[in-house]
């Protein structure tokens, strides 16, 4: 298993492990995922305001796994704006984003609270601190250390770029979130205002 | 014979090394060579005697004929004189030569390959000749037929026995020489470490002398991976004493080195001035002066080469010999996945540089900044090797920064794996891998650049689980090639080693 930083050809693969990871999971929330070229071409977006953002764990030629973890000052509008993301993104609205009443952003934060989203905005005032990390390895790789090594990396590359201190809004019932930052060094945050279905995680880097 | 310009001398004082040292450290410019300064600075280049003794078997290898008295000349006749038991093996028969060393016996400008094949015979009886001033016999000598500038690309690409190199002089893809040790020997890489290897089982050597990985000439370097080669197949086959043969390296071609020119018996001959930054263990020899005498008089028998580079070859004779220890670079491990691959350096602390780079050509210096390689670093964990290069500027598309990797490990029932691996990398992702039938995409061999750092994920399976890797690692601008770490000896074996 090799550790990288994500190339701009890696996005297709991990928009299908994405579907494939979280299809489920949103399904019993009662949302649905759009197709995956469009979760690709939104990932794309990503990539482009912080191409540092997408980790990925690569066995052989496959990808068996990916972080997300963009940096809380990531360029996310003059991305969109400068590479054309926001043209095709009006384009596609009226038809893909709005009935599932999502936006690229929305995607990745629903997805972190399970097809809800937290009353944190993954964005903060402070700008050394990082509100988003997504995680997700290949069904059959599972309980491998994967993940944990995922997350490891994604905070050394964030304590490497300058942020302070990571805040994850998780669901409370996610047992399987919670164990994964635990064992990453997070402990859970005093309960703030309006978190009631909410817990977060915190960690100083 | 009377020939070196003996005048005074100070009666029974060898030169100290110390002192050889500190001619080293004053030449090489130190910012204030104050002499009580230079009396209390320890030696940045470690240094250390070495000694012929009774008892010690002596091989030694050069590619050229002329090279073995260059390097080692004082050596063979310390060796000679104790009664040590010594083999010189000459892998090529310097065919491919200047042509002003026929001092216009041919008017035809393009020789034939049967001119060149006479001219090898001449070289090697001066080679017999020079050897016989140091009191070595002439079945002490192994001729090994190899062609002349081709021992780089035998190395290289032509490993197989299927695949011969042709030689651009004498147009021969086997030996043409009837003293050759293997008569009819096939010019490829796979035959040339069958010679050594037949050698060292049956000379046994408790010492062996090869070229300098540094040289920059290609029959020097490739020499230099032969000979190291043929000795870590016979290590893998448990054909060695523990321990092996000492491995000593002398260095020939190396920019100006060694400066300055001419005869000068009584100068000590200090590693050149770049090298004062690279951790490797320099040996001398100290000789005397009979040795000196001998070894010029030795020197003065290769007519043909003294003719265009008599100063040159006459700047080797030295009151002492130079050496540098071989020693394998152990790879360090890592903690499993504990690399990301991303061209940051953040997560390689504490993990040294296992090769650097002492050259800085002019060209790299000035044009092709972004060719020039300053430092290799190398780690591993337990699947995959992870490669580190630092360039002087920041990578770009133009270059092909390739590495190549020769595996060497112990496979199931006895046999032994090879891998041989060349990996070509274009910025910012583009990966290939060079195969029988020539280069292929790679998607298993992970690359990142960042600014002027090249960061390389290879799985060891690629390389068939090795015990030891020979790297080295060269930029090239469309096929030419710009700047070149020499080959090194990685040690993968080590401290955390499973089972």
């Given at each position: 298993m ?18 494939e990871?979280?299809?489920?999971r949103l ?13 690709e071409q ?7 305001a912080?191409p ?8 052989g030629?496959?990808?068996?796994g990916y972080?997300?973890a ?6 996310l ?10 043209l ?12 599932a009443?999502?936006?690229?952003l929305?995607?990745m934060?629903t997805?972190?609270?399970q ?41 050394a ?6 942020v302070?201190?990571v805040?994850?809004p ?7 979130a919670?164990r ?8 859970e945050?005093a309960e ?14 | 014979?009377?020939l ?7 009666p ?6 110390g002192?050889?040292f ?7 410019g ?7 300064e230079?009396a209390?600075?320890s030696?940045?280049?470690p ?9 010690q078997?002596?091989l ?8 073995e ?14 009664g ?7 892998l090529?028969?310097?065919d ?18 049967a001119?060149y ?5 001449v ?10 001033v140091?009191g070595?016999?002439?079945a ?21 026995y299927h695949k ?6 004498t ?15 096939v ?48 290590r893998?086959r ?5 321990g ?8 020939v071609?190396q920019?100006?080195w060694?400066?300055?020119r ?11 001035k ?5 951790p ?7 000789l ?20 265009f ?5 006459l ?5 002492n010999?130079?050496?540098?220890l ?9 903690d499993d ?12 602390e504490g993990?040294?540089?296992?090769v650097?780079?002492?050259r800085?050509h ?8 972004s ?9 591993r ?6 490669l ?11 270059y ?6 020769h ?20 910025v ?16 298993e ?6 600014r002027?750092?090249?960061e ?27 700047d070149r ?10 401290e955390?080693?499973?089972g």
């Open positions: 090799i550790y990288a930083v994500a190339k701009r050809r890696d996005m297709g693969s991990i928009a299908r492990l994405f579907v990871s979280f299809a489920e399904g019993h929330a009662g949302a649905r995922l759009p197709a995956p070229v469009l979760i939104a990932l794309r977006l990503f990539y482009d912080d540092r953002s997408f980790l990925v764990a690569q066995q030629p496959d990808i068996a972080a997300f963009p940096h809380p000052r990531s360029a509008w003059r991305a969109a704006v400068v590479r054309g993301h926001a095709r993104w009006l384009w596609q609205w009226p038809v893909i984003w709005r009935p009443g999502l936006s690229p929305r995607l934060i997805v972190q609270g097809g809800r989203i937290p009353a944190v905005l993954w964005r903060s005032r402070d700008p050394g601190e990082a509100r988003l990390l997504l995680a997700a390895v290949r069904p059959d790789l599972r309980g491998q250390g994967v993940g944990t090594n995922l997350v490891r990396h994604a905070l590359a964030w304590r490497h770029r300058g302070a201190r805040r994850l998780i669901p409370v019932d996610d047992e399987g919670r994964l930052l635990l064992k990453a060094g997070f402990r945050a703030g205002r309006g978190l009631r279905r909410w817990s977060v995680m915190e960690r100083e880097l | 014979m009377r070196l310009p003996w005048r005074r001398r100070a029974s004082v060898p030169p100290t090394h002192e050889a500190e001619g080293f450290r004053a030449d090489h130190g910012a204030d060579p104050s002499a009580g230079r209390v600075v030696p940045a280049v240094w250390q005697p070495l000694v012929v003794e009774k008892g078997r002596w030694v290898v050069a590619p050229h004929c002329d090279d008295i260059l390097g080692a000349g004082g050596l063979l006749h310390r060796a000679a004189q104790l040590c038991p010594v083999r010189v093996v000459l090529t028969n310097g491919g030569y200047n042509r002003t060393a026929l001092r216009g016996q041919s008017r035809r400008w393009r020789l034939t390959p001119q094949i006479e001219f090898a015979r070289r090697q009886k001066e080679t017999l000749a020079a050897l016989e140091l070595i016999s002439r002490q000598v192994v001729f090994c037929g190899y062609p002349d500038r081709g021992l780089a690309a035998m190395w290289e690409d032509h490993w197989d011969p190199y042709r030689s651009r002089f147009r021969a893809t086997r030996s043409p020489y009837d003293n050759s040790r293997t008569p009819g020997a010019f490829c890489g796979e035959s040339v470490v069958r010679d050594l290897e037949e050698i060292v089982r049956e000379f046994r050597p408790t010492h062996v002398v090869l070229p300098h990985p540094h040289d920059t000439h290609g029959d020097h370097w490739a020499g230099c991976c032969f000979t190291l080669y043929a000795l870590e197949r016979l893998l448990g054909r060695l004493p523990v092996g043969p000492v491995a000593l390296q002398y260095l071609h920019g100006l060694p400066q300055p001419g005869l000068r018996p009584r100068l000590a001959m200090v590693p050149p770049p090298y004062a930054h690279i490797l263990a320099w040996a001398s020899l100290d005397p002066r009979e040795s000196v005498d001998h070894k010029l008089r030795a020197l003065l028998c290769y007519r043909t080469q003294m003719v580079m008599r100063r040159y070859l700047s080797f004779v030295r009151r010999e130079l050496f540098s071989f020693s394998l670079l152990p790879v360090p491990w890592v996945g504990a690399i990301l691959v991303d061209g940051e350096s953040y997560d390689w993990i040294g540089g296992v650097l780079d002492p800085s002019m060209l790299t210096r000035r044009v092709g900044r060719a020039d390689i300053r430092a290799a670093a190398a780690c964990d337990k699947h995959n090797l992870y580190r290069l630092e360039l002087r500027h920041r990578a770009v598309n133009d092909l920064y390739g590495i190549s990797l595996g060497v490990g112990r496979g199931g029932h006895g046999h032994e794996t090879r891998q041989r691996l060349r990996i070509g990398l274009q910012p992702d583009r990966v290939r891998i060079r195969g029988e039938g020539g280069w292929q995409p790679s998607g061999i992970v690359v990142r650049a960042q002027s750092q090249l390389v994920g290879i799985p060891l399976s690629l390389l068939g689980w090795p015990e030891r890797v020979f790297m080295s690692v060269e930029t090239r601008f469309r096929g030419l090639v710009m770490v020499a080959w090194q000896v990685l040690d993968f074996v080590g955390g080693r499973e």
